[in-house]
Nanobody, 127 residues
Framework: QVQLVESGGGLVPAGGSLRLSCAAS????????MAWFRQAPGKDREFVAR????????YYRDSVKGRFTISRDNAKSTVYLQMNNLKPEETAVYYC????????????????????WGQGTQVTVSS
């Protein structure tokens, strides 16, 4: 069992930056690939970024490449999402998720690939 707790959300003007954190419980954090998803009001949850268990591999949705960076500190059992140059349309609840399995890229973006989820943190980008 893994429990995930996100933090770091808030209100930021367009073009601003935020760093989200997701702290995980349990002693096997490094065995999980971790990801961030987001869900805007009235929209489906969408994939944002994923990082492998050892942090050596990352994967992003196209619209955030070059602006968002996912990273992890396995000693602290924490995954981060640095978000720069935020846009109003990126206002959403951001969730972190843990995947205990090795997968091909096709499955990285699927919510069903992730076994554990946090409660989410609100990010609001004002125009």
């Amino acid at each position: 069992q893994v429990q995930l707790v996100e933090s770091g959300g808030g209100l930021v003007p367009a073009g601003g930056s935020l760093r989200l954190s997701c702290a995980a419980s349990g002693r096997t954090f490094s065995s999980y690939a971790m990801a961030w998803f987001r869900q805007a009001p009235g929209k489906d949850r969408e994939f944002v970024a994923r990082i492998s268990g050892n942090g050596g591999s990352t994967y992003y949705r196209d619209s955030v490449k070059g602006r968002f960076t996912i990273s992890r500190d396995n000693a602290k059992s924490t995954v981060y999402l640095q978000m720069n140059n935020l846009k109003p349309e990126e206002t959403a609840v951001y969730y972190c998720a843990a995947d205990p399995s090795s997968r091909t890229t096709y499955y990285y973006t699927k919510s069903s690939s992730y076994l554990y989820w946090g409660q989410g943190t609100q990010v609001t980008v004002s125009s």
